[in-house]
């Protein structure tokens, strides 16, 4: 592969290293080019995605029927708990890291990341930190199994397992820490002459904005489950009522993480839709500064609000106010996007291509996710909600048609540029097909389930809740399997095809630098800065 | 344009603030959170709004009691996992007068033929009660050990204070004994 033929080939650099990549295996461990650094992420988190949706079949294999029938309790708490922590950390973050490693560069006009080998070690934490949980599984005690949210006391009860849970959140900690230093740095200084603050893509801010929680959030997160650790084995009392400290407290200490971890998961998500959507409308983005301000509102007060995970932990009213309200003002800049996205479509002259259909369905489904997150904000409804499957339906209609719809949405805008050629759109149509059906399959019902009082993380059911949810287990397994031909769609797309254009998408090279560029971009991107208007 | 490699020095040095600026940042946030940790338990301690309690005798002292109000105290008795007590009280429901003092006696039995020390933490509720609470007596204010099937009596001499706000009408008195035989004597970390 020639990285020369750069677009502006008329003024050719002569100091640049002209090089393309190294060959073999060892390219891919020493690279430091921000478009082999987001390919591995991506591709790690394609893995990953497979490997959390297997526990995630096991989980409603056992699920289909009331009744205890393939796996006992305590593995079925393990595939909860490393389902979510994988999915968490392993799919969906790596993936917003790995897009925001090969697209900001090209989106701003830069070469390269700004330092390009933190970015390789960022990345080379990541299979450590998963081979370490996924070695849990086998050890004495087996996989942590207290959920995903790690709450003392259970907890502390984990096996042998427990120190290698912990040192994996200090290491995938770490490696986001470090990206979000990278996308930071790059975003601040490598900007191409002209592309101000308010002219970045919006994928770009949304990262900005996600880099900034993620420093802000992770070390706290790393605090508490060190915290977690000294109880254990070095005699503190942190959480330990016995010894004076508070069980609660590390339920603030989580949540002041975990309600900004939400965001982190969902943020770059509306950065993409929000390059998707007037790229299909052929219109320029509605609203783009109020884009950015309500991100930047999400952001914010997204740090004040974590309590609403604990209206029941016994909050005095004045508590439970306020979370609720201060919770529900996050509506007000979220409705903000969606009316955005609306208003970029209408009277657009729209096409729906793949890409563009998923990321219709995001807008859909992601505001139903919203709706039922108003509901749990209430904090006297929600203490029928909490802890059943009502508040399961939630997360994951924003995690599912939410984040993984819009990496979907993400990878069919941007495979053909990426790889060169046009993936197999009959087949990207029936991709998306398969899995807006089975997802809703799946998830809806979990809402009555959960009205009905069925609690969350549990083997087992009341009879009452089966029909609901074997609905729920056939439409998992649909949305599995389904996955296996978006893995066939990229192969094949990686493999060959009909070339792609430059441009892509009619249209598309006045919505962003990376359609300036050949479809692949060469090993180094802007070797010489386009210079925006 | 200038010179490019005075560009890139600039840059470079505009990175390496960036890094530290937000390093230093991280490093905060980790410290934060230890650094709430304290401010937590002063924080819930003011407040009451943990419903934790000061474990501190009060002084015995004669006031005012209210005659003209009842409040219903309850008192919950549990053991944390298996510690291996008997632990019941003999009055579960009590009709009290604030400012008036009231005895409460708990029963605690070792079922084992090993020597149990044990620590019982107390907790109020609702939380906004707690400051209103003032113990003279109680078995939480020191661990309490217990030889090969002894069996104890465990009183809680208290007073509710007359200042209590007149919409609580109900108080939930619980006490959690944790089995500390085999962990030596740890400092707390308040
Ligand atoms: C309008 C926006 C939203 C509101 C008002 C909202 C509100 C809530 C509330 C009140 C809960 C706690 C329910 C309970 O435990 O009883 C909750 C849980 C949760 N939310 Fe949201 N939410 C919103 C958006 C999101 C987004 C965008 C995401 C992620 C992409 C998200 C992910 C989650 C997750 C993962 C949980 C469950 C955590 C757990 O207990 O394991 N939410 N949400
Ligand atoms: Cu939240």
New interface residues.
Partial sequence: MSASAATHDDHHDDHHDDHGPAKGFMRWVYTTNHKDIGTLYMITSLIMFMIGGAMALVIRLELFEPGMQYVDPGFFNQMTTLHALIMVFGAVMPAFAGMANWMIPIMIGAPDMALPRLNNWSFWLLPFGFVMLASTLFMEGGAPAAGWTLYPPLVLQTGDSFPFTIFTIHILGISSIMAAINIITTVLNMRAPGMTMMKLPLFVWTWVITAFLLIAVMPVFAGAVTMLLTDKYFGTSFFNAAGGGDPVLYQHLFWFFGHPEVYILILPSFGIISQIIPTFARKPLFGYSSMVYATASIGLLSFVVWAHHQYTVGMPIAGELYFTYATMLIAVPTGVKVFNWISTMWRGSMTFETPMLFAIAFVMLFTMGGFTGLMMSISPADLQYHDTYFIVAHFHYVLVPGSVFALMAGTYYWLPKWTGYMYDERLGKLHFWLTTISVNVTFFPQHFLGLAGMPRRIPDYAVQFAEFNAWSSVGAFVFGFSQLLFIYIIIKAVRGGQKATDEVWEGASEHGLEWQLPSPPPYHSWITAPFVK | MTNPHTKDNT?AR??RR??VI??L??????????A??PL??VF?EVTG????IRAEAAIEKPQGVDESREVTMEFVTAL?QDTPLNFRVETPKLKIHPGQYYTVRFHAENLTDQVVTA?A?PSV????ATQFLEKVECFCFSEQRFEPHQHRVLPVRFVIDAALPAEIRDITLSY?F?D?SN??Q?S???
Wanted: net charge positive.
């Fill in positions: 840059i505009s990175n960036i890094i937000i390093v940042v991280a490093l905060g946030m980790f410290g934060l959170g230890f709430v940790v937590y338990n819930c709004l943990s419903g934790k944390n620590r933490i509720a609702p939380g906004t959690t944790f500390i962990k030596q740890n707390s970390t308040r």
